[in-house]
């Protein structure tokens, strides 16, 4: 199981500790870099700036909302950072929700995401590939375009600049079961939110016949301290954040996968609280035992007895939010 860094997305602003978190990673043999977006800081320029800063360490995207950009434009940062970087860069996407896609992009959230997922990522392979002009007969990404708004002249193009790799990784942030099988077979990896070392049975059958090679590079927060209670604070307001607020009360993908893995009274009761404004009784809301057993929090002895639990089954890459290169260090001799 091989170890990367994840960044995230920017706060109120940037962060002054991404770029040597990343060196330190780099140097600690970590193997990738990942960074976010939600509706503020991009993906992409952070992973330029750290490019910039390192010369061996994998570049990622976890994720890329798809529709922040057509997907010939996500293709363009992709091959670029690609370029830019000698080969290092590996394409995490994901749908988001409606009330970001339709909130924030102003575009409305696809009816059936399996296409429109499944036509995105086409649209980007081709464009790798260079293999002749990209086209698609999409229901959401028709190339060229042919609706009844356009002029009818669209040209179907080939894209100038050479990709240095056809075949650069593309990770979907995938949640639903369907949508989750649909990435074994049009993806190189899958990107899970939560994964549970001790509930891997919730995507078992989503995750039949696997391509060889495919990846399964889960977040988890990790941090080496005395205190567990304390330790799992941010962890629980993460998924407070995530299960109450991103996402409608009816349509809110995040409380729907805590529910999955058996705490859907309790998802349901954070979406309430949230939504009701009462946002710190929210995050107390979140489960002690759940906010545990999707991260990496506690002494050194404990994170290293349940590091096992993560290497034993089909996470080929744990992609670790950790806030301070001490626990860097220490999941890196752990994970030797």
């Known amino acids: 199981m091989r170890l990367g860094l994840a960044l995230g997305y920017w706060g109120r602003g940037p962060s002054a500790d991404h770029v040597p978190l990343a060196q330190e990673a780099e140097r600690l043999g970590y193997d990738s870099v990942w960074t976010a977006e939600s509706w503020g800081s991009d993906a992409f320029t952070p992973l330029t700036w750290i490019a910039a800063r390192?010369?061996?360490?994998?570049?990622?995207?976890?994720?890329?909302?798809?529709?922040?950009?057509?997907?010939?434009?996500?293709?363009?940062?992709?091959?670029?950072?690609?370029?830019?970087?000698?080969?290092?860069?590996?394409?995490?996407?994901?749908?988001?929700?409606?009330?970001?896609?339709?909130?924030?992009?102003?575009?409305?959230?696809?009816?059936?995401?399996?296409?429109?997922?499944?036509?995105?990522?086409?649209?980007?392979r081709q464009v790798l590939r260079r293999d002749g002009p990209v086209e698609i007969d999409g229901r959401y990404h028709p190339l060229p375009y042919d609706g009844p708004d356009g002029t009818g002249i669209g040209k179907a193009l080939k894209p100038i600049t050479h990709s240095l790799r056809a075949d650069l990784p593309v990770l979907l942030g995938a949640e639903g079961p369907k949508n989750i099988a649909q990435t074994t077979r049009i993806a190189d990896g899958w990107l899970p939110l939560y994964w549970s070392p001790s509930r891997t049975e919730v995507y078992e059958s989503s995750l039949t016949d696997l391509p060889e090679g495919f990846l399964i590079a889960p977040m988890a927060r990790a941090r080496v301290c005395d205190d567990v209670a304390e330790g799992l604070l941010p962890v629980k307001a993460m998924l407070g954040f995530y299960i109450g607020g991103m996402g409608h009360a009816r349509r809110n993908f995040h409380a729907d996968l805590m529910a999955r893995m058996g705490y859907e009274e309790e998802a349901r009761r954070i979406q309430r609280l949230f939504l009701d404004g009462r946002r710190e009784e929210a995050v107390l809301a979140v489960p002690n035992a759940f906010a545990d057993e999707i991260s990496l929090i506690g002494p050194r002895e404990r994170i290293a007895e349940r590091l096992e639990a993560w290497r034993k089954g089909p996470v080929t890459d744990l992609l670790v939010l950790a806030p301070d290169p001490h626990t860097l260090r220490v999941l890196a001799e752990l994970n030797s």
């Open 54 to 124: 390192t010369s061996r360490i994998k570049l990622g995207t976890a994720v890329a909302q798809m529709a922040a950009r057509s997907p010939t434009t996500t293709a363009m940062h992709a091959l670029t950072l690609d370029h830019l970087s000698g080969g290092r860069a590996m394409l995490g996407l994901g749908l988001s929700g409606p009330q970001v896609v339709e909130g924030w992009y102003g575009r409305p959230f696809p009816r059936s995401p399996l296409t429109a997922t499944r036509e995105y990522v086409d649209v980007v």
